[in-house]
């Protein structure tokens, strides 16, 4: 399996994705907003895109459908759910369904609600795991819920899934938010060394060659993993001093995601 990652340079800091099998050139595309770029990268690899994959129904995910699609001919595929808010799906998508890309690979459905309630994750089946998690999971981050999402299955799909697949596992997320999400982290929890320690590295990056993380990585700069850290409790009972004495992971999670929107 090989995993083409595209930085879109616009105002959201988009990835977009090519996955493509190596014996057969196959390639499914994923959230191509910048059709242009994707069509092209796609040309230089000399790659067939087969399928078009929405994580999910916004507008900067699914905005290069239609180019991408009348140039390739390819089948659009998108949460079951997503039918009535994107266009021209072929194949709606349900947990545990296997996306196929030419004779190798293959990637698993994840049904991963939060950010919007229908909104798809891929786990490709190799192994070392890679995951596409759209605006799901960002490096260092997780998803707003502004627009038909809710925090509470947002925590669901944090600790339900994405917590319990294996540390080894490569994120690929749909933005490049990895120095802002870090500076959160640490605005959260100052004691955080590896945080800290990414911070500069992070500014510097060049989103074109970005920094690629692990859920290991994300299990210690993520603060929507850390919510057992002392210093995270303490720091959010500053800002919200009816916080239980001792909160369950979900509380926290949300008045995570509460002050995230604000900050």
């Given at each position: 399996?090989?995993?083409?990652?595209?930085?879109?340079?616009?105002?959201?800091?988009?990835?977009?994705?090519?996955?493509?099998?190596?014996?057969?050139?196959?390639?499914?595309?994923?959230?191509?907003?910048?059709?242009?770029?994707?069509?092209?990268?796609?040309?230089?690899?000399?790659?067939?895109?087969?399928?078009?994959?929405?994580?999910?129904?916004?507008?900067?995910?699914?905005?290069?459908?239609?180019?991408?699609?009348?140039?390739?001919?390819?089948?659009?595929?998108?949460?079951?759910?997503?039918?009535?808010?994107?266009?021209?799906?072929?194949?709606?998508?349900?947990?545990?369904?296997?996306?196929?890309?030419?004779?190798?690979?293959?990637?698993?459905?994840?049904?991963?609600?939060?950010?919007?309630?229908?909104?798809?994750?891929?786990?490709?089946?190799?192994?070392?795991?890679?995951?596409?998690?759209?605006?799901?999971?960002?490096?260092?981050?997780?998803?707003?819920?502004?627009?038909?999402?809710?925090?509470?299955?947002?925590?669901?799909?944090?600790?339900?899934?994405?917590?319990?697949?294996?540390?080894?596992?490569?994120?690929?997320?749909?933005?490049?938010?990895?120095?802002?999400?870090?500076?959160?982290?640490?605005?959260?929890?100052?004691?955080?060394?590896k945080a800290r320690e990414m911070l500069s590295e992070a500014e510097a990056q060049d989103p074109h060659d970005p920094i690629v993380t692990t859920l290991a990585l994300e299990k210690e700069i993520n603060t929507f993993f850390r919510l057992h850290s002392p210093t995270v409790i303490a720091r959010l009972r500053e800002a919200f001093p009816d916080l239980p004495d001792a909160p369950t992971p979900k509380q926290v999670f949300v008045k995570l995601r509460a002050l995230r929107n604000e900050w």
């Open positions: 399996m090989i995993v083409e990652q595209i930085y879109t340079d616009n105002a959201y800091r988009n990835f977009n994705y090519l996955i493509a099998c190596p014996e057969t050139g196959e390639a499914l595309a994923v959230d191509p907003l910048a059709s242009d770029l994707v069509l092209a990268r796609a040309r230089d690899k000399g790659w067939t895109i087969t399928q078009v994959l929405n994580t999910h129904e916004h507008q900067d995910h699914t905005g290069g459908n239609d180019a991408v699609i009348a140039a390739t001919g390819a089948k659009l595929l998108a949460h079951r759910g997503a039918k009535d808010s994107i266009p021209g799906i072929d194949t709606g998508l349900a947990a545990g369904d296997v996306v196929k890309i030419g004779r190798t690979v293959e990637l698993e459905a994840l049904d991963t609600p939060g950010h919007t309630m229908s909104h798809i994750c891929l786990l490709s089946r190799t192994d070392r795991p890679a995951l596409i998690c759209g605006d799901t999971l960002f490096n260092a981050g997780a998803g707003n819920c502004h627009h038909g999402g809710h925090p509470e299955e947002l925590y669901d799909t944090f600790a339900g899934q994405l917590a319990r697949l294996p540390d080894e596992t490569v994120v690929y997320p749909g933005h490049d938010y990895i120095a802002n999400n870090i500076s959160f982290t640490l605005d959260r929890e100052p004691d955080n060394a």
